[in-house]
């Protein structure tokens, strides 16, 4: 299968900074990929769609102006988490679409 | 919308034998892919396996099969000669197809199945 990386794998942060997660597709352009957050023992629950070139396009509920997506190249798109606070905390993951979704490996952000 | 059950919040097999996760879904599309996703410990998120819609013949990938039933909107997961590393969390996708549009890769997850393997 392809590969996605993720990074950083974990990250401790103190509250009111910001955060800035890659997600890369190393072997294959997507011009599409998605951002996720797993809250402990639930489902991924999808935040926002990230497409090159274009703005991201946010699930309901989801504050664009906190989690900051941008999708610069068809190999890379990163998720900035800014302003980070406590409730912030969780992990993330990241996907991205050739004939299947593949997964990065997440991040685990941790604010204090 | 299409939406995706999985109405085994968890489910433990013995070393060695067959388990079968249940899946079923709702959609009014005619072509779709599922897949099984496979989330251990680590919370990697690692592919199982993928069946078109538009394919009769049930996808295989080594000891993992699927029983697709689309008329019953059904996607069961067979695991067979399970292993200690099959102990997982599964869950289960919808995703539409390429060719409908901007949401087409979205995947549309169920709430997942908790397999234990019992050494």
């Known amino acids: 299968g392809a590969v996605v990386s993720q990074h950083p794998s974990w990250v401790i942060c103190k509250s009111g900074t910001s955060v800035k997660i890659e997600c890369r597709s190393l072997?294959?352009?997507?011009?599409?990929m998605f951002w996720y957050r797993q809250f402990p023992k639930q489902s991924l629950m999808l935040m926002a769609t990230?497409?090159?070139?274009?703005?991201?396009?946010?699930e309901q509920g989801v504050e664009k102006d906190k989690f900051l997506i941008n999708h610069a190249s068809l190999t890379l798109s990163t998720l900035t988490v800014t302003s980070a606070h406590p409730e912030d905390s969780s992990f993330y993951i990241c996907?991205?679409?050739?004939?299947?979704?593949?997964f990065g490996s997440g991040t685990r952000l941790t604010v204090v | 919308a299409q939406t995706v059950t999985q109405s085994q919040p968890e489910m433990s097999v013995q070393e060695a034998e067959t388990v079968t996760l249940s899946c079923t879904y709702d959609t009014s599309e005619s072509d779709y892919y599922l897949f099984w996703y496979k989330q251990p410990p680590s919370r990697q998120m690692i592919l199982v396996i993928r069946?078109?819609?538009?394919?009769?013949q049930n996808a295989t990938e080594n000891r993992f099969s699927v029983n697709f039933q689309k008329a019953a909107k059904s996607f069961s997961l067979k695991i067979s000669d399970s292993q200690l590393g099959d102990a997982a969390m599964y869950f289960c996708?919808?995703?539409?197809?390429?060719?409908?549009?901007?949401?087409?890769?979205?995947?549309?997850f169920g709430k997942g199945t908790k397999l234990s393997v019992i050494p």
């Open positions: 996907s991205a679409s050739k004939d299947s979704s593949f």
């Open positions: 996708a919808y995703r539409s197809p390429p060719y409908s549009g901007a949401g087409s890769y979205q995947l549309t």
């Open positions: 072997d294959f352009q997507a011009t599409t």
């Open positions: 069946q078109e819609a538009y394919k009769q």
């Open positions: 990230s497409n090159e070139g274009s703005k991201a396009t946010y």
